[in-house]
Structure formats: structure tokens, C-alpha cells
């Protein structure tokens, strides 16, 4: 299975920026695919979460209401729009997918830089 992301950047403070993953290779049907991140000097947190099964979306109260995950056009494929970003934004996004039966198969991409600042 390789994770694959994109869309990281600079962008100013209360700007906008999509983030896309997707993970070729995996073949099991029901699956949670989120967005973590991490800050320099900081754990890596969880912001938002797609579940496939029920078309559902979990996000952390750091960035709700500014953050959007859906389900992208490709097979067990994501977008993550995020709106007014603010310095704090500012991480090394990841990108993971499991297997909701069984967390062991669980993949990560390599992550992708987001700079929000003037």
C-alpha cells in the first residue's frame, strides 16, 4: 500500500489550501482515512477523519469549523479543504488509512509541509 499526499504550501494567514491523499493498494472495503498533523517540537495530532461505510466525518476542536475532509473522485481517496488558517496551522500534514476491523493495517504517507505566514 503507498499513501500518497499533496497540496502542502505557504499560504498567509486567513488563506486556503486543499490537501489530497490517496492510498493505491488498498483493497479493504470499510476504512477510516484521516488527517493528522505535526508541529515542530509537538506530537502529531489528529484533525479530521473520513469513514467510508457510514459517509461520515470526525474532526478535533482545533480546527472545526475551518476544515472540511470528503471523499475524493479516486478509490479510497480524500481531500481536505482548510479554511482560514491561522499561524498555528502551521505542520507537517500525514495522511493515513486503516482497516476498520483490525488496526494493524494501518498506512501512512510521507507527509506534506504547510507554512501559514506573511
Known amino acids: 500500500v503507498q499513501v500518497v499526499e499533496s497540496g502542502g504550501g505557504l499560504v498567509q494567514p486567513g488563506g486556503s489550501l486543499s490537501l489530497y491523499c490517496e492510498a493505491e493498494g488498498f483493497t479493504f472495503s470499510s476504512y477510516a482515512q484521516s488527517w493528522y498533523r505535526q508541529a515542530p517540537g509537538k506530537g502529531r495530532e489528529l484533525i479530521a477523519t473520513?469513514?467510508?461505510?457510514?459517509?461520515?466525518?470526525i474532526y478535533a476542536n482545533s480546527v472545526k469549523g475551518r476544515v472540511a475532509i470528503s471523499r475524493a473522485n479516486a478509490k479510497n481517496s480524500v481531500l481536505l479543504q482548510m479554511n482560514n488558517l491561522k499561524p498555528e496551522d502551521t505542520a507537517v500534514y500525514y495522511c493515513?488509512?486503516?482497516?476498520?476491523?483490525?488496526?494493524?493495517?494501518?498506512?501512512w504517507g510521507q507527509g506534506t509541509q504547510v507554512t501559514v505566514s506573511t
Open positions: 493515513n488509512i486503516r482497516w476498520l476491523s483490525d488496526n494493524t493495517y494501518s498506512y
Open positions: 473520513y469513514i467510508n461505510v457510514n459517509d461520515s466525518s
